[in-house]
Every structure is written in structure tokens, then in C-alpha cells.
């Protein structure tokens, strides 16, 4: 069927119907539509429609203010600037341009095409064979021209080719003779390059962002370039391979490849990371040295009820991470771990948990010793949940591990093998308005180890049995007040937490309490050690004093040991029955976050440890602040004071396309920033650049301080690119309208 609107009488109407009814003799003749201001037959019965000229065939749109069908060659003609639309919101412009009735095949001369991401293209003709749009002389960029060169607007960067080839069914774009320009300045030339389509939303196959690093050693410099490559094995697979070459610093040459491996299993994922390094050293009669690291990850849910979660870190040399991968978090660990994980969740009922563990370490510093790292054969946790019974909580907890080492130190058994059964139980009630809670642990414990104690000089081996109760009496007192906008709850405390006076840790090596946690959220609790080879075994009176509204949280507690052998206290360097006094205050609003932590020894009037964590966020960006002063005597584990300022800044963006970020580590004792970086970012729509500036001093002998300088570029649509740049933006979406007889020059100059 033809609709059409014109100005001629109703006999040519009927007549026009007729003819190009048996003109059109093809399956898709019906499904064209013809719109015109004035439609007529020139004198070899071509069809001419004249005055906003429009066809409409399958949400392809043609306009122009002369548009001709000649039924001989069954070909759309069009002499004069015209805008086609194709079914997928690509805007085609040109001066003259001839087409099949179905728009597989086609002419466009002098064309300028605006694709339906925003990239344009421009050449002297655009020929299409079906599934192939061939461009000659063709410029392709995704940028938009802002850049003011001499008094002419040019993209930030674009590609030149003699012949520009964009597959419609692989979405491919083949380049040939192609000449990259930057700034309007030639930075590059192949003579063939494939690049996915820009209308591709799937992965593909190809480069990624391309990096130059800077690595300043003292008065030597060094420099590699990286080039990675993704490939896109499948659906769930893909494989990333980043080479890198360096060269200068005192090293003739080196390389580092890394490979980078993901799969998407069901319920679960698979990720692997291998980095291998060869470089040539005179220092080692000319020989090619080798190191390497290979990082694993797999996680899977086996069914609603079980996980399991493997994780391995090895490295060829200590220090291997750190040194190429500073920015891994694992480059700040003193050992790397490779274990795995089985672990049940709501098994019987809500909050049975299991945990099944198998690990090997090695160490990650070079004055540790990999003999004296431990391997864990296995280690198994089971929580059987709260259940209850006259209004009283139990719980219980069964725990079993096998440990062992290739020696043993001062510190830690060769090999221990331990069977534990944690039963707790818990009664809340209220009585002369105040909160009362009864609570009480029983831990029963086999142990099989051979373990020194450094203080006795004595080797305690062979079988140790304990049974160790702690038993508590929590009783606090809310006061609520009322005024305006400041409404607090005040709640006084007092807790009573008995525990025998002996727990025989010294005859037992401690595997899994390492770290107190001296502090006012952990005061009150019944064990105050992390796990249960260490023991609390204090008998003390706690008092507490708390504030809280939904902004502000303060509070105060204090203790008393009415002994003096707690090991806590030992542990935690305060030798007076009169403990520290130990403070918090919290406040929220959203946009600042601010905490506060101390401990105070009042027996000689000094703060023993603060800890101060300051967050702020608004519109010029945010502010994180992180201080920590700890005294040397506040924790067995410390040997030295520490004063340290942790700092991190990141501004919104300066302006439309940028943002910085400052980082760092200052030693307030040493007065040194032990690392700092700053980062400076822009991301507009077509291209990136990321450069991060570095500095780490490293306390390890084998880590000198090392300043990197590390220049990462992003071309969109040839390297990788931000997901979220694929969709049209809303300005695009206002180019694009179709019913624009013409495009604006400034588009592709």
C-alpha cells in the first residue's frame, strides 16, 4: 500500500496508485511509504516526489527535498542533500545518493555519518553491499570537536583511512592505511587495523588501554610500556595478556607478562592472574633471571546451603608482589596464604554454621623464615545457632585443627592438634527499671603439642586438658532525655566477669588469639582475646558510661581486676589493677563522619593510644583522615611507638571531564611521608588519561624507595572504554533528531 500527501486532483491520485502498484512488483512494496508536498511522472515515467520529501521503509527513513524513483532500475534517487535514517538510529548525510527499494544496497556521496553513540564518520562516498558499508577516504572519531586549533574546531583525537569497512553482521570496523591524528597531529600509522564496531554492545576481542610507566630508583630511571590484549574466548570465559618491556635503571632489559583469566561458573567464578618476569643483569654473569607470581581465586555455591571458596597466593621470591603489584592489597600482607573453604550456612536450622579449612603459608618478608610458617591440615569450625530454653540463649561451638610447622620457634609449637567445645548461655531480663544479663562460657579443650614458654625457659608436651568457665553479670540503666532537637539516651553500667585465676596458655602455642582488642567496645566482653588459645582469665569489675542519639554514640568504661595475674592486661601492657580508661565518640550526619578512639593510663597521665577517622563529603569532593598514635607499651605485639597520619583526597570533578586525588602515609615520628601518590583523571566522551604519580619507602632491605609515574591512555572504541559511554547521551539524542534537513559543519570539521 502507497500513502501519499499532494496537490494534484483526485484522477492523477488514483492513477499514481495504480502504477506504482505494478511498479513496485517485489514483496516489500506494500511496506513502503512515500510522503511528499507535491508528487508527479516526469517524461520517462519516473516517479518524482518534491517540496520535505519523505520514505519510510521499516523504520528507515529518507529526507530531502527531491527524492525520484525510477521503476526501470527499481532504484531510490536522490539529487540533492538528503538525511537517511537506518533502522538502528544511525543518521546518514549527504549531497547526492542513490538506493535499492529495501536499502541493502546503496550510493552516498560527500557522506557524514552520525552513529547512534555519538561517533561520526566522514568520507567521499559510503557504498553498502548488504551487510558490508564500505567509506572511502573516511575519518572516524567518537569526539566531539571542542578542541580550538588555529581558529578550527577538531576532535581530541581521530582515524584517518583510505578505506574504512564496517561490518553490519560481525560489527567489526576495518581500517586500511590508517593514520591516527591527536590534537590534529599525526601520532601513528598502520596499515591495517580491525577494531569492534562502535555499535557493539557485546565484548570483543582486541587491545585495551595502552600504559607507560616511569620508575625512578635514586638518580636512575626506568621506563616500560604495556599493551594489553583481551581476548573474549566465549560467553563465560575471557583472557587478558599484558606484555611489558622495560628498559633503563641500571637494567639492560626486562620483561613481565601477565596473564589474566576470568570464567563465569555456575554459581560461582574462576580468576587467575600470572605474572611472570625475565631481566638481564650484569651483577649475575649476564644471565637471564626469572621470577613469577600466580594469584588464583574460585568460588562456587554448591546449593543453597554450601560455598566453597579457594584462594592461593605464591610468589617465586619474597617481596615478588610487592615490588611489581604495590596496589594489591595481599603486596601489605607478611604472608601469602593458599586455603580452601567449605562453609555451611542455616544448616538445621537459622544460624548453624560450618567451616571446613585447609591452608599453607609462605612468607612474604625476608627476615621470616618459610620453615617457621605455619600449614593448616585442617581446620574445622562448627556453630550449632542460638536456641532457647526458659527464656535462656545456648550455644555451641566445636572446633578441631591440626597444625604444624618444619620447626618450631620461641613462639609457636612445631605441631599442635586441638579439640574444643565452646557452650554458652545467655538470660536477659528487666528488674528496678534496668537492663540485667546473665552470661557464661564453658570452654573444654584437648590439646596435643610440644610448645616452649619464653619467660620459663620451660617445653610443655604431649596431651593438655582444660576446662575453662568465664562467667558475667552485665546490668545497665537507660535515662532518656528530651529537648528540641537534642534528644539523648544516657545508660550508666557496670559488669562483673569472673574467669579462674589460671588458664595454662603459656603451656599451649598461640595460634589463633594473636591480636587483643584493648578497647571500650570490647571491655565487657567475657573473653576478650580473638580466639581460644589464649584465654582471658581476669576476674574484674567493668564500668561504662554511654551516650547516644541517632547522630552521636560516646562511650566510657573502666576496669578493675581484682588479681594480678590477668594475661590480658599482661598482653596489652598495663600492669595496674586499675585499668586504662577507654573511650569512643562517634557522629554521623552523612555528609561528616567522625571517630573517636582512646585509651588513657591514668597511673602515669598520658594517652597510651588514640586513633582519630574523619570523613567529609561535599560538593568540591572528599576528605578521608586517619591518625593513630600507639605507645610501644600499649600492646605486647608493638615494639615501637607509632604516629602515623593516613590521607586521602578526591575532588568531584573540576571541571566537566576531570578530578584529582592525593593519597598518602605520613610518619609523624620520622617525619617522612612513607608513601604518597596523586592521581589526576579525565574522561570526557571519546577519550581518557590517567596518570598516577607514586612513592613508597620501603622498610625492606630489598625494596629501595621507588618512585613511579605510570600513564594510562583510553581511546574509545579501539581501546577499552567505559560500558556506560555506549549509551546515547541526552545531547546526542538532540543531534539526532531526523527530522533535520541538514547537519551542523562544526559535527565533522
Not at 23 to 29: D, E, T
Not at 591 to 602: A, G, I, L, P, Q
Request: net charge positive; with cysteine; proline share 2%.
Amino acid at each position: 500500500m502507497i500513502k501519499y500527501k499532494c496537490k494534484i486532483n483526485f484522477i492523477y491520485f488514483l492513477l499514481f496508485l495504480l502504477i506504482i502498484f505494478f511498479s513496485f512488483n517485489s514483496q516489500n512494496a506494500s511496506e513502503i511509504l512515500i510522503y511528499a508536498d507535491e508528487i508527479f511522472y516526469d517524461k520517462n515515467e519516473n516517479l518524482i516526489g518534491k517540496g520535505k520529501a519523505k520514505i519510510l521503509y521499516q523504520n528507515q527513513i529518507i529526507t530531502s527535498e527531491l527524492i525520484i524513483y525510477n521503476k526501470d532500475s527499481k532504484k531510490i534517487i536522490i539529487p540533492k542533500n538528503f538525511t537517511y535514517k537506518d533502522n538502528q538510529n544511525n543518521f546518514f548525510y549527504g549531497t547526492e545518493g542513490t538506493f535499492d527499494t529495501d536499502f541493502s544496497k546503496g550510493l552516498i556521496k560527500d557522506v557524514k555519518i552520525l552513529l547512534n553513540d555519538g561517533s561520526r564518520i566522514v568520507g567521499n562516498k559510503f557504498e553498502r553491499d548488504h551487510n558490508i558499508d564500505i567509506i572511502s577516504k573516511g575519518v572516524y572519531t567518537p569526539c566531539k570537536s571542542r578542541i580550538k586549533i588555529k581558529n578550527f574546531l577538531c576532535p581530541t583525537w581521530q582515524l584517518e583511512g583510505e578505506k574504512i569497512l564496517h561490518d553490519n553482521e560481525n560489527l567489526l570496523l576495518y581500517q586500511k592505511h590508517s593514520k591516527m591524528r591527536v590534537l590534529n597531529l599525526p601520532v601513528f600509522y598502520l596499515p591495517y587495523i580491525v577494531t569492534p564496531s562502535p555499535l557493539r554492545k557485546k565484548r570483543k576481542s582486541g587491545f585495551l588501554n595502552p600504559s607507560i610507566n616511569f620508575n625512578f630508583f635514586d638518580t636512575k630511571v626506568s621506563q616500560s610500556t604495556s599493551l594489553p590484549y583481551y581476548f573474549n574466548i566465549s560467553e563465560d570465559k575471557e583472557l587478558t595478556f599484558t606484555p611489558s618491556i622495560n628498559y633503563g635503571g641500571g637494567v639492560d632489559s626486562s620483561q613481565r607478562f601477565l596473564f589474566e583469566y576470568n570464567q563465569l561458573i555456575s554459581g560461582g567464578s574462576l580468576s587467575t592472574d600470572l605474572s611472570v618476569d625475565s631481566k638481564f643483569e650484569e651483577k649475575n654473569n649476564n644471565k637471564w633471571l626469572t621470577d613469577a607470581s600466580l594469584i588464583t581465586s574460585y568460588k562456587k555455591n554448591i546449593n543453597s546451603k554450601y560455598t566453597i571458596d579457594f584462594k592461593s597466593a605464591l610468589e617465586t621470591s619474597k617481596n615478588y608482589i610487592q615490588s611489581t603489584n604495590p596496589n594489591n592489597n595481599l603486596s601489605y600482607t607478611s604472608s601469602l596464604a593458599s586455603k580452601i573453604d567449605l562453609k555451611g550456612y542455616n544448616l538445621r536450622k537459622i544460624d548453624d554454621k560450618l567451616l571446613i579449612n585447609f591452608s599453607t603459608y609462605q612468607t612474604n618478608q625476608n627476615d621470616d623464615d618459610n620453615s617457621s610458617v605455619p600449614t593448616v591440615l585442617p581446620f574445622i569450625n562448627y556453630k550449632s545457632g542460638i536456641y532457647k530454653y526458659n527464656q535462656i540463649n545456648y550455644e555451641n561451638k566445636y572446633e578441631f585443627y591440626n597444625i604444624f610447622r618444619d620447626k618450631k620457634t620461641n613462639e609457636y609449637a612445631k605441631e599442635q592438634q586441638k579439640l574444643s567445645h565452646d557452650f554458652s548461655f545467655s538470660k536477659k531480663f528487666i528488674d528496678f527499671n534496668s537492663n540485667i544479663n546473665l552470661e557464661g562460657k564453658l570452654f573444654n579443650q584437648l590439646y596435643n603439642t610440644e610448645k616452649k614458654d619464653i619467660e620459663s625457659n620451660k617445653t610443655y608436651s604431649g596431651n593438655i586438658f582444660r576446662s575453662f568457665p568465664i562467667f558475667g553479670v552485665k546490668i545497665d540503666t537507660p535515662f532518656k532525655f528530651y529537648k528540641n532537637l537534642f534528644d539523648f539516651t544516657y545508660k550508666p553500667g557496670l559488669s562483673l566477669i569472673l574467669s579462674p585465676g589460671k588458664s595454662n596458655s603459656e603451656k599451649i602455642s598461640n595460634e589463633d588469639s594473636s591480636l587483643n582488642n584493648y578497647s571500650a567496645n570490647n571491655e565487657i566482653s567475657l573473653n576478650r582475646y580473638t580466639g581460644s588459645d589464649k584465654l582471658d582469665n581476669s576476674k574484674r569489675l567493668v564500668s561504662s558510661f554511654t551516650i547516644n542519639n541517632k547522630k552521636i554514640n560516646m562511650n566510657l568504661s573502666q576496669s578493675y581486676e581484682f588479681t594480678d595475674n590477668s594475661n590480658f592486661h599482661k598482653d596489652s601492657g598495663n600492669n595496674e589493677n586499675l585499668g586504662n580508661l577507654l573511650g569512643s565518640f562517634n557522629y554521623n550526619n552523612v555528609k561528616n563522619v567522625f571517630e573517636y578512639n582512646f585509651r588513657y593510663d591514668h597511673s602515669k597521665s598520658y594517652l597510651k593510644q588514640q586513633n582519630i577517622n574523619y570523613e567529609n563529603y561535599n560538593t568540591l569532593g572528599s576528605i578521608e583522615l586517619s591518625y593513630l598514635d600507639q605507645n610501644s607499651e600499649s600492646d605486647s605485639v608493638i615494639t615501637n611507638d607509632i604516629e602515623t597520619l593516613n590521607y586521602k583526597l578526591n575532588s568531584k570533578k573540576i571541571n566537566k571531564f576531570s578530578k584529582i586525588g592525593l593519597t598518602g602515609l605520613y610518619d609523624l615520628k620520622a617525619s617522612i611521608n612513607t608513601e604518597y601518590g596523586l592521581n589526576y583523571n579525565y574522561f570526557d566522551e571519546c577519550f581518557g588519561i590517567n596518570i598516577d604519580f607514586n612513592r613508597k619507602s620501603y622498610t625492606e632491605d630489598t625494596l629501595k624507595p621507588q618512585d613511579t609515574l605510570t600513564i594510562m591512555f583510553s581511546f574509545k572504541n579501539v581501546g577499552s572504554y567505559r560500558s556506560t559511554n555506549l549509551a546515547v547521551s541526552e545531547n546526542d539524542k538532540q543531534d539526532i533528531r531526523w527530522e533535520s534537513n541538514a547537519v551542523k559543519n562544526e559535527l565533522f570539521n
